[in-house]
């Protein structure tokens, strides 16, 4: 059974241009996290969907963030115009359920580079 | 809010030897979930281990075993008989439970080092 799906793995990007990270959750899950890690630091929330459904964004940034789950494919986080700041890891998480028994298994991450 | 501490940026130990990371939590919740992630250098994150709050046992994986201490929102990670390959950053992790508090929040990481 394949794990959590990330890719790219790196990406770069100059200021001003968009990003766009893609998660496979594992065969089964259909809830999906995203976290951000900024250097240094532990993860950070961002956002939780279901297919279709955006369930939690309560820690996403409001502006040129945003993250989607169709019915078909991966779940997309995109980031338009890229800033120095949105230099990180963002790592993709997902569980079976939303049960809280259930346990979050992430992917290998994506390090976004802005130049 | 929760809140997540770690209080030891870096620890260290001799293969072989055994070492305790330390957590702390901040909850006004009685049920909840604790994790232990390990992140090595190829950045992935890896469960460790977990514990349910209600469980008065402290949950145990092969090397690794946890003392939480309820009362006193405490919830180190022991690792025993260290290994080159656990030398990693390590996070604690804490989850509420039920309802729709399912984000996880973690703390800043512990670095292990594990000398040969």
């Known amino acids: 059974n394949a794990g959590v799906m990330q890719n790219p793995r790196h990406l770069v990007r100059r200021r001003g241009q968009e990003a766009r990270l893609r998660c496979s959750p594992m065969?089964?899950?259909?809830?999906v996290y995203w976290y951000r890690q900024l250097p240094e630091e532990g993860l950070k929330f961002m956002v939780y969907?279901?297919?279709?459904?955006?369930?939690?964004e309560s820690g996403m940034p409001k502006e040129r963030f945003s993250a989607e789950f169709p019915k078909e494919g991966p779940s997309i986080l995109r980031i338009q115009q890229v800033v120095r700041g949105d230099s990180a890891a963002y790592f993709c998480?997902?569980?079976?359920?939303?049960?809280?028994?259930?346990?979050?298994?992430f992917g290998p991450g994506t390090r976004l580079t802005v130049l | 809010a929760q809140t997540v501490t770690q209080s030891q940026p870096e620890m260290s130990v001799q293969e072989a030897e055994t070492v305790t990371l330390s957590c702390t939590y901040d909850?006004?919740?009685?049920?909840?979930?604790l994790f232990w992630y390990k992140q090595p250098p190829s950045r992935q994150m890896i469960l460790v281990i977990r514990?349910?709050?209600?469980?008065?046992q402290n949950a145990t994986e092969n090397r690794f075993s946890v003392n939480f201490q309820k009362a006193a929102k405490s919830f180190s990670l022991k690792i025993s008989d260290s290994q080159l390959g656990d030398a990693a950053m390590y996070f604690c992790?804490?989850?509420?439970?039920?309802?729709?508090?399912?984000?996880?929040?973690f703390g800043k990481g512990t670095l292990l080092t594990v000398n040969p």
């Open positions: 065969k089964g899950h259909s809830h």
């Open positions: 992790a804490y989850r509420n439970s039920g309802g729709s508090n399912y984000k996880l929040t």
């Open positions: 998480a997902s569980s079976p359920s939303w049960g809280g028994a259930d346990t979050q298994y």
């Open positions: 909850t006004s919740e009685s049920d909840y979930y």
């Open positions: 514990q349910e709050a209600y469980k008065q």
């Open positions: 969907l279901q297919k279709e459904n955006i369930i939690d």
